[in-house]
């Protein structure tokens, strides 16, 4: 940070990247695929971190001449590439606010959210543009408009005259830590999507806990599969290697284009969905493929499975770890666990319906497992903890949690505790602290099963079924009404066996069911060809859209 903000306790993660600059200035920072080209994607086109500083100065001065400043709200719907980086970080330097929302999560769930947010900017390609000129009313609050690409038939400038020519430093935004830095807009996977609010304090201590925990150093490359991580990497000093792949379909993606990406840039680190990790894993299992340069993966966006976490492994070298690390849009990263001690300890316990463990909570966190409750809780009270192995809901705080949703005072009672001058934030999901400090996943708290007699809850119970070989995976939902819902058992067969006797298949199930105290109460399963997901990381099942599936299907 320059010294004539050093006293004013300025926190900018933009600086950042200004420092980066600084300390290696002709190290690439971002690296994106030249697709247009002979090569089909053998080429690349970068920008070196003085570049990307001098880039989004440029467009800084530019932003502010066109009206976006500090407080701006701004939707920005740029695809993964040396603009979207240069824009971001062009943003954070003004001081303005992006507002990030998941095209992939469909057309009218972004329009809501976009019009949720009353931004008064926005910046995007030409085909988000056509979508705001068709949908008008969702848009009311813009009053400035800018077009990354070429201009179709719309108003407004285009990215090329926003840039300012030639390059003068940018005075810097002096924001402080509890300023409003972004709006990043949740998936709604397992709700209705929301705005959450992001400090500049909350970024700059996400950079810190992430380099860290994983001893990041300047200089690495990094592979990251989901857009919004990668924006870590220039702050971090990491080489942002960007894949040619459609981030809302990790499950799809192509292996090839991955493994080639690691090979030809020699990738120290990688980002991954367990879905991606899947993908690419089954690929270079089947072909014996290495991954050598690989040092270290970090999984995240739903449970990993020890088996994918096994076959992917089987790419690395003896010394590689991959993380799976848990946390949400709201608090993220709140624990991690390596997969050494995964597969060498806590798998066992795991197929035995413990839950997945998540390993220990990050340094500076502080994770309590309260009573189960679907209403609001006003006031911390450590009456509401749970002894250490009790099942309860997950509550973490600390400097990295979003205290707020953007203008949403009824999920902030059903998910905020306040707490003198902090805010524990209720995760929604469930799980338990063993004696050795280490957080146990059991699943979303929405998706529990009350029956009659017990609660049933989905990760512990469909880890029994996961054991059959022939389960890829399995889900847990519950028919009828609470508190005398019945138990239904959802299975999506393995695509690598051709001929499945379901009926043997089904016997074998409620074998495995009768044999554990957790599943006892199970006797009805349904077969699904393929699981509806969530759109980021094609990973976390919509349990909610399988209990209307399988309703319809037992009377």
């Known amino acids: 940070m320059p010294d004539e903000y050093a006293e004013e306790k300025i926190v900018n993660v933009a600086f950042l990247l200004r420092e980066m600059a600084r300390k290696q200035p002709y190290t690439r920072a971002v690296v994106c695929p030249l697709r247009q080209n002979r090569y089909k994607g053998l080429a690349y086109t970068h920008l070196t971190f003085r570049q990307l500083d001098r880039e989004s100065d440029c467009l800084a001065h530019g932003l502010i001449r066109h ?13 993964p ?45 030409p085909l988000a543009h056509a979508i705001r000129i068709c949908a008008p009313s969702y848009f009311k609050s813009l009053s400035t408009s800018i077009t990354v690409g070429k201009r179709w038939f719309w108003r407004g400038p285009r990215l090329r005259d926003v840039r300012h020519t030639p390059w003068k430093p940018f ?12 709006i990043l807009f949740t998936t709604g996977s397992t709700g209705p999507a929301k705005g959450v609010v992001y400090t500049h304090g909350i970024f700059d201590a ?19 599969t989901f857009p919004l991580f990668a924006l870590f990497d220039p702050a971090l000093g990491m080489t942002a290697v960007i894949p040619d792949m459609d981030p809302t379909k990790p499950a799809r993606v192509n292996p090839e284009r991955i ?16 879905a991606l990790l899947n993908r690419v894993g089954r690929y270079g299992e089947t072909l014996n493929i290495k991954l050598p340069t690989l040092k270290r993966v970090i999984s995240a966006g739903a449970p990993a499975l020890p088996d994918n976490l096994e076959r992917f492994s089987q790419m690395l070298e003896p010394e590689t770890e991959i993380f799976p690390g848990y946390g949400a849009t709201e608090a993220m990263p ?4 390596g997969s050494h001690e ?110 009659e007699t017990q609660t049933l809850f989905t990760i512990p119970c469909e880890a029994i079924f996961n054991r059959h070989p022939q389960v890829f995976r399995s889900a847990l939902v519950g028919i009828r009404p609470r508190p005398k819902q019945k138990p239904i058992i959802c299975i999506e067969l393995e ?39 969530d759109i980021r990381h094609n990973s976390k099942i919509f349990r909610e859209k399988l209990k209307i599936w399988a309703q319809a299907r037992v009377r």
């Open 81 to 125: 590439s040396l603009e979207f980086f240069a824009l971001t970080f062009a943003l954070f330097k003004c001081g303005a606010i992006p507002v990030v929302v998941d095209p992939g999560m469909g057309i009218k769930r972004m329009l809501n959210c976009l019009s949720e947010s009353k931004a008064t900017a926005f910046i995007g390609l």
């Open 342 to 451: 995964i597969l060498g300890k806590t798998r066992q316990l795991s197929e035995q319906g413990y839950g997945i463990c998540v390993g220990r909570v990050l340094p500076g966190l502080k994770v309590c497992i309260i009573q189960i409750s679907d209403e609001p809780i006003s006031q911390w009270s450590d009456d509401l903890v749970v002894p250490d192995g009790e099942i309860g809901e997950i509550t973490v705080k600390g400097d990295l949690v979003t205290r707020q949703y953007f203008q949403r005072k009824r999920e902030d009672l059903l998910s905020k505790i306040e707490e003198s001058t902090s805010v524990w934030h209720r995760m929604g999901d469930l799980g338990w602290m063993d004696t050795e400090g280490r957080l146990w996943f059991c699943g979303r708290k929405s998706h529990r099963v009350i029956t």
């Open 495 to 533: 695509k690598t066996h051709k001929k499945k006797n379901k009926k043997k298949i089904t016997e074998e199930l409620l074998e495995l069911a009768k044999d554990s105290v957790l599943t006892q109460e199970i006797d009805t399963i349904l077969y699904h060809k393929s699981f509806p997901v």
């Open 171 to 182: 005075p810097m935004a002096k924001t402080q830590k509890d300023e409003t830095a972004a």
């Open 67 to 79: 009206g976006i400043s500090r407080g701006t709200r701004t939707i920005l719907m740029v695809r």
């Open 206 to 224: 996400q950079v810190r806990q992430i380099k860290n925990r994983f001893d990041i150093k300047p200089g690495e490359i990094d592979l990251p």
């Open 259 to 274: 493994i080639e990406l690691i090979l030809n840039h020699g990738v120290d680190n990688m980002f991954a969905s367990p």
């Open 334 to 337: 709140v624990s991690v666990m």
